[in-house]
């Protein structure tokens, strides 16, 4: 009798503790979630890159995320070194694949249309070779303005719009993601327009690779050898690139000019040209060119959502630096390019 009891109170006891692992295991899941969806929709835009530091317990984005989804105790520890600086890992490397695809399609549209080409990198900024300084950017007063309303919102979200036309611009565009901005931009422009000149309707390139069923469309294609489409546009930072984890695919030269990029912005940032004269123009530039687009086509307008999380936090000053951890990523999607 007494062995019966004690085996029934052993199988009691584990039946506990496998309900308590079940309930914990729903918990974490439960936080995974939330954290996934945070990131996307609005953290990602206060560091768009990670270093391994970032992602330790205890640092100031694991106190933000915390916050920001409303956890706390003793279990969040454990979830953040179990899942949780995984989850953000995965999630704002998704979201940087993500903002590029969308940026992609906006540039390709641009250039498919054919009429207002979108500008060439050397158009926004330049580089010198011996000091290794960055001129431009907001110092290309006319083309940067153009080049922010037209590409900003496929990395800010649909609010940009919006916003722009009631909020100096760097009260609401961090200056990571507007570096992030020119980065991809860069990154993806040979190959974006290469895509984008083949789609333009009414040319012989077009019709051709439109067409292969005809003799001459057939005859040109086959011509491609792989040496030819060797040839061809590439990303300029991310072609062979993958296998970084905080990176995710992009090359240590890809990073370094994103550290320079952010240099160069908040030094323009806080000078009164390039910073506050810069932001009041762009705002009167926005709220012009929007009150023309109303007149000439008041069918197309929409009003889009104005949405917010009240974040009391700046992007502040991060390098970004490539991952000694080789271990394979998790693909959130694997039908989108990779960037």
Partial sequence: MHGSNGD??????????????????????????????TVCQTMYRYQIFVTEEDLTYGSP????????????????????QLSGHKKYLRAVNSKRQTLCNTLKGKVVEKFAGGSEEPPSPGDIFSINKQTGEISGLRQNKEIYMKFLQHFAKTVYGKTFAQESKTTLLSSFLQPGLECFLVLAYINGYEVWKSEGMRRRPNTLLNTLLNDDNTATGSSMISDLSSEAQNHLPKYKFTANGRGSKTGEGWTEEGLALYNALRKAINVQRKDVTNGPTFDSDFLNYTMTNTSQRRKKNKAKIRIDGDWGFGFGVVDTDHSVSQSNDTSDPVAEDDTTDQY
């Fill in 61 to 80: 984005i694991f106190k933000f995320a915390i916050n920001t989804i409303g956890i706390g105790g003793t279990k969040c520890k454990v979830w953040w």
């Fill in 8 to 37: 029934t109170g052993s199988l009691v006891e584990k039946e506990h503790g496998n309900g308590r692992q079940k309930a914990r295991a729903l918990l974490y899941d439960n936080w995974d979630t939330l954290l996934n969806r």
